[in-house]
């Protein structure tokens, strides 16, 4: 089988989609208070690694819909979430777990280890 990297464009989402846009106001309730598992893509429009990860975060939205919350979080719309968390360098992915920090990725990643890692986690 092969892996194939599909390229979206600026707001362009693929069908059947489950991420959530999170900003500093619903941080909280979306990702803290969450009854599943929560992986956060912190990015920014201009950040070009970003993109390279986006088609993987809707992938991921849509194969563990009924395990695993996805939700982005622009760094440049949500100051203070990207400060509370330490985020220094994007895309940083985080999966949180009952409020908790279980993982942090930071940089443009392997598609197997991100698995591994949300895998760990369900």
Avoid: H
Avoid at 70 to 94: E, F, R, W
Wanted: aromatic residues 8%.
């Amino acid at each position: 089988m092969k892996n194939f990297i599909i390229f979206l464009k600026k707001g362009e989402t693929m069908a059947g989609s489950n991420v959530i846009q999170v900003d500093d106001t619903n941080f909280k309730n979306e990702i803290l208070e969450s009854t599943l598992p929560v992986l956060v893509d912190f990015w920014a429009e201009w950040c070009g690694p970003c993109r390279m990860i986006a088609p993987l975060i809707e992938e991921f939205s849509i194969k563990y819909a009924d395990r695993l919350k996805v939700c982005k979080v622009n760094v440049d719309s949500a100051p203070q979430s990207a400060v509370n968390y330490g985020i220094m360098s994007i895309p940083t992915l985080m999966l949180f777990n009952k409020s908790e920090i279980k993982e942090k990725i930071v940089g443009a990643v392997p598609k197997d280890i991100i698995i591994s890692k949300i895998e760990a986690q369900i």
